[in-house]
Antibody
């Protein structure tokens, strides 16, 4: 059964870069059956899709993040990672990694438990 | 971007009664080529990540109780819980995957 777990710092200073990693278990990160995504949920607000990466390495980003976002895969550790540059208080949120089936766009599942990231000096 | 709007923002339903949550998209999210509606529903309990309930607007994910059902087409969709159980207290969100960026509704809080 596919399981995902986010890891990374809980506090980031404004203007710095937020880096998170998602460790996948129960399946191979390079399997053609899976694509991978990052999403977030600001406190008390709705969900926002940030970006996805396919097993092929192709990435799709939410244009709202412009060029601040990068997503990559680490096949040796069965992980995929996320970097968001020039963060502000508006980037404070619970960040989730998730799987979505082949084909894009698509739905999401399963999800990691999420990690709260606060942007503050 | 396709805007997803849910109604109501919150509702309270008695145990054993029917709960209905609506989701409206700002443009059609159905395809005439495959007759599919590109809509998913999620359940999110406090302190937990979202859980996929339904995709293709009406297909239940494996393991989801059959009291949950999805319907609708075009721009108007509904999630129905036929007989509310205590464990169904949660926030429910819809999501369109017809086009990027993928977008979600604001969520509907369901209480007893």
């Amino acid at each position: 059964q596919l399981q995902l777990q986010e890891s990374g710092p809980g506090l980031v200073k404004p203007s710095e870069t937020l880096s998170l990693t998602c460790t996948v278990s129960g399946g191979s990160i390079i399997s053609s059956s899976y694509n991978w995504a990052w999403l977030r949920q600001p406190p008390g607000k709705g969900l926002e899709w940030l970006g996805s990466i396919f097993h092929s390495g192709t990435t799709y980003h939410n244009p709202s993040l412009r060029s601040r976002l990068s997503i990559s895969v680490d096949t040796s550790n069965n992980q995929f990672s996320f970097r968001l540059s020039s963060v502000t208080a508006a980037d404070t949120a619970i960040y989730y990694c998730a799987n979505h089936p082949t084909g894009f766009p698509n739905w999401f599942g399963p999800w990691g438990q999420g990690t709260l990231v606060t942007v503050s000096s | 971007d396709i805007v997803m709007t849910q109604s109501p923002d919150s509702l309270a339903v008695s145990l054993g009664e029917r709960a209905t949550i609506n989701c409206k998209s700002s443009q059609r999210i159905s395809s005439s080529s495959n007759n599919e509606n590109y809509l998913a529903w999620y359940q999110q309990k406090p302190g937990q990540p979202p859980k996929l309930l339904i995709y293709w607007a009406s297909t239940r994910e494996s393991g989801v109780p059959d009291r949950f059902s999805g319907s609708g087409s075009g721009t108007d969709f509904t999630l129905t819980i036929s007989s509310l159980q205590a464990e169904d207290v949660a926030v429910y969100s819809c999501q369109q995957y017809y086009a990027t960026p993928i977008t979600f509704g604001q969520g509907t809080r369901l209480d007893i």
